[in-house]
């Protein structure tokens, strides 16, 4: 699909013709329309959704039908029983629906919200300050137009980027973060038939393996309070050591001719966003690949122990599961290239051989005891000798007794907010 102005599309998805008068004059209407209704954020968050819903029309949404919906619903009880063995804790679904693409983007839009205004508001503040000061005052209330401008930029963009990262994903919780509502595994089916027309493997099986670790994803977070925070949290502060490349701004703004709308097709944001090159952001850094890493690393060992003598294909399921994760598809590259955050565990495979090593030392209580508080969590040096790590003296007897929702103990915070509770694990994981 084409740059779209601002990303604004016809119906149908496909941006104006120049030569068509009527199609100018409904872009020119709906452009108008936007600079007169700024937004109450940085980001345009209604032209997302419209972005993202055209794509999605254009390149196919199909409905979910009743038989996907019951398939779904049994594929994720029947992964429930089979996780029952592998893990300490009791289910974590609450609902267990399928969704379509759109419903995807809808379900997940909060937490893109939370994660992707901090980035867009500084990108906005800088285009303001691309205006020179002695002209600041002249342009009065007009400079309102500049901070609308930058949200509808970044909304339309954001908006292809996430209607391409719903075509792709097979699960609420496939990137790793918990995006979906608490208590609902949320399957794709349209996408999971896809991706397991590419693997040439049977459709029913790839379900099931999707619905597992769904499952063992819901689990994690149900049943951990803290660590929706945690990981939330891991992502915001790395993003707030994200540099804004002013002359990346300034170079695309200055291909933007008002009297000729293709012009506005021309603008790409990619590359505006930087990570700073400082120890704290290197820290941040390697605090949230940690956490990604643990987390996909725990759904990765659980799902093949509870899998490996149920499914034929377990092992080549794996790792393929294994290779996306650690890549990334074309649109979380592309998501990652608009905002300048990669969402990769790229010490998958360590994470995996340590909660492994975890469960031949502890057992499976002993492994899961490890999630009871963020500093009982391996830190990055860790990886490096699991068994170490695994065989260690620390008494998690201790543990039974303490309660961690009182007074002291760790609780869910929202995102954004200081990690008290954290304290010194920034450093640490």
């Not at 493997?201 to 660590?227: G, I, K, S, T």
């Not at 929702?405 to 010194?424: I, M, R, Y």
């Amino acid at each position: 699909m084409p740059d779209i102005p601002f990303g604004f599309a016809l119906p149908g998805g496909q941006p104006p013709d120049p030569n068509d008068p009527a199609q100018m004059q409904q872009f020119m209407s709906q452009l108008q329309h936007l600079l007169s209704a700024p937004g109450s954020g940085p980001v345009n968050w209604d032209l997302a959704r419209q972005v993202a819903a055209s794509q999605l029309a254009a390149a196919g949404d199909p409905a979910v039908s009743p038989y996907e919906r019951h398939a779904v619903e049994e594929a994720l009880r029947l992964a429930d029983l089979w996780l029952e063995p592998a893990t300490a804790w009791p289910s974590g679904i609450q609902s267990p629906v399928a969704w379509n693409r759109n419903e995807w983007i809808f379900k997940t839009l909060d937490v893109w919200r939370k994660l992707c205004d901090p980035v867009a508001s500084r990108m906005v503040g800088a285009m303001g300050d691309l205006v020179p000061p002695e002209a600041r005052a002249q342009l009065g209330p007009m400079q309102s137009m500049v901070a609308t401008l930058g949200g509808a930029l970044f909304g339309g963009q954001l908006g292809q980027a996430l209607g391409s990262l719903a075509a792709e994903v097979l699960s609420a919780g496939d990137i790793g973060l918990p995006l979906g509502p608490a208590g609902t595994a949320a399957l794709i089916p349209a996408n999971i038939r896809a991706y397991g027309e590419g693997l040439e493997l049977p459709e029913d099986e790839v379900r099931l393996y999707v619905a597992l670790r769904e499952a063992a994803h819901q689990r994690l977070f149900q049943h951990v309070p803290w660590l929706r925070g945690h990981v939330l949290s891991a992502v915001e502060m790395y993003a707030s050591g994200i540099r804004v490349n002013r002359e990346a701004i300034e170079e695309a703004m200055g291909r933007v001719d008002p009297t000729d709308p293709e012009s506005m097709q021309a603008i790409a944001l990619e590359g505006i966003f930087t990570p700073e090159d400082t120890p704290a952001q290197k820290a941040s850094l390697a605090r949230l690949e940690t956490a990604l890493a643990l987390v996909e690393g725990w759904v990765c060992h659980v799902v093949d122990s509870a899998a490996s003598d149920r499914l034929p294909n377990v092992v080549r399921l794996g790792e393929a599961f294994r290779r996306r994760r650690a890549a990334g598809g074309p649109a979380e590259q592309t998501f990652a290239a608009l905002v300048g955050l990669e969402l990769r565990p790229r010490r998958l495979r360590e994470a995996a051989a340590l909660w492994a090593a975890l469960s031949q030392h502890r057992g499976i209580e002993g492994r899961d005891a490890v999630w009871g508080h963020p500093d009982l969590l391996p830190s990055d040096d860790d990886f490096a000798d699991p068994v170490a790590f695994a065989m260690n003296d620390m008494d998690l007897s201790e543990l039974d007794s303490f309660d961690f929702s009182a007074p002291g103990g760790v609780e869910e915070k929202a995102p954004g907010k200081p990690d008290e509770a954290d304290g010194d694990d920034d450093a640490k994981s």
